[in-house]
């Protein structure tokens, strides 16, 4: 098949998205499995109010500002720009959330990116397998396409030495941590604030992804692509906006990630706060995105249950009856 390319991932001749094999990654698998022994046992086992405290400050500034703010807007798509010392804070804050370090994160997020948008894809880069085996696939292994694309990351990343050792040294990151949690509040802080920390991310990652995939209230959609977006507003606030993920898909390339009134954006707001102060400037938003001719606009209908998976099966049920029907196998995108 012919494939597309897009920034940093080119399609060769023979490159083709669709066909590959899902192989188990030992050093990933155990990674995930010692972060949830540590974080269900031995949290369980050594709770403390300060723990939990340090758990839930330690988790939003990892994922609000690291991968949200530092990982995904700013080192992948280049939405806003920032003193090369924010940038680098705010990548490090990101590679403490344990998924990986800055190359290997643009890697991971420009090969699913380029899979979803040719005309099909693995299943492994759409989700589309059940909700237990996706959960396997994406947290304990790896894709190996048969005919892989090039990548081609820029050199202000590649060649960067920071990003180079934060690459090799990624994990190893959690270590001073660690050392410094265990001095403040011993065992308790370690495990929460590190191992459950960690494993809660790597979980709510992957399931925001198995979900802003599946189902969910659209917005927009990208015709002719193997894989849509969907907003999952349960966890816009959550996720610091990561969870409007069909606004993502329509305009990757914007900062704002929540485009509705009543979409919660705190990665936006902070970027707002943070240009008043002088410490980002050109700030890209849809309306400065060249227009893309396969975007098409979803008619807004309810969003009050858009992408929780016990609600929204809920509202589509109760949808079905309203209309007369009891098929079980009636699919409303915009239920």
């Given amino acids: 098949m012919s494939c597309t390319s897009i920034p940093r991932v080119i399609a060769e001749t023979r490159t083709d998205a669709s066909k590959g094999t899902v192989k188990w990654s030992p050093v990933q698998s155990i990674w995930t499995f010692?972060?949830?022994?540590?974080?269900?046992?031995?949290?369980?086992?050594?709770?403390?109010?300060?723990?939990?405290?340090?758990?839930?400050?330690t988790t939003a500034i990892t994922i609000g500002l690291g991968h949200s703010l530092g990982m995904h807007r700013l080192l992948i798509h280049r939405a806003y720009k920032t003193p090369r010392w924010i940038e680098y804070t705010f990548v490090y804050l990101g590679t403490l959330v344990g998924m990986a370090g800055p190359i290997g994160m643009?890697?991971?997020?420009?090969?699913?990116?380029?899979?979803?948008?040719?005309?099909?894809?693995?299943?492994?880069?759409?989700?589309?397998?059940?909700?237990?085996?996706?959960?396997?696939?994406?947290?304990?292994?790896?894709?190996?396409?048969?005919?892989?694309?090039?990548?081609?990351i820029e050199d202000r990343v590649a060649k960067d030495s920071f990003y180079q050792?934060?690459?090799?040294?990624?994990?190893?990151?959690?270590?001073?941590?660690?050392?410094?949690?265990?001095?403040?509040?011993?065992?308790?802080?370690v495990f929460w604030g590190i191992a459950l920390r960690v494993f809660v991310s790597l979980t709510g990652h992957w399931m925001v992804g198995h979900f802003a995939h599946n189902d969910g209230h659209q917005g927009w959609r990208v015709e002719g692509a193997a894989?849509?977006?969907?907003?999952?507003?349960?966890?816009?606030?959550?996720?610091?906006?990561?969870?409007?993920?069909?606004?993502?898909?329509?305009?990757?390339?914007?900062?704002?990630?929540?485009?509705?009134?009543?979409?919660?954006?705190?990665?936006?707001?902070?970027?707002?706060?943070?240009?008043?102060?002088?410490?980002?400037?050109?700030?890209?938003?849809?309306?400065?995105?060249?227009?893309?001719?396969?975007?098409?606009?979803?008619?807004?209908?309810?969003?009050?249950?858009?992408?929780?998976?016990v609600m929204g099966a809920t509202a589509r049920t109760v949808k079905r009856l309203r209309e007369g029907t009891s098929d079980p196998n009636r699919h409303d995108i915009l239920a």
Wanted: hydrophobic share 45%.
């Fill in 34 to 57: 010692a972060m949830m022994a540590g974080g269900l046992i031995g949290g369980a086992l050594t709770f403390s109010w300060d723990a939990l405290a340090l758990f839930f400050v």
């Fill in 106 to 152: 643009i890697k991971t997020h420009d090969l699913r990116d380029w899979a979803q948008r040719q005309k099909t894809c693995h299943d492994f880069f759409g989700h589309r397998r059940s909700f237990w085996v996706d959960a396997f696939h994406q947290m304990h292994c790896r894709m190996e396409l048969d005919h892989p694309p090039r990548f081609e």
């Fill in 165 to 189: 050792f934060l690459e090799r040294t990624w994990r190893w990151q959690q270590l001073p941590w660690a050392v410094l949690f265990f001095l403040i509040g011993g065992w308790s802080c």
């Fill in 227 to 309: 894989v849509q977006g969907y907003n999952v507003r349960w966890v816009g606030l959550i996720t610091f906006g990561e969870g409007w993920h069909a606004n993502h898909h329509a305009f990757p390339g914007s900062a704002r990630l929540g485009l509705e009134p009543h979409q919660t954006d705190p990665g936006w707001w902070t970027l707002l706060a943070m240009k008043k102060l002088g410490l980002v400037w050109d700030i890209v938003t849809p309306e400065q995105l060249p227009a893309r001719a396969e975007l098409r606009r979803v008619p807004q209908e309810r969003e009050d249950d858009a992408g929780c998976p």
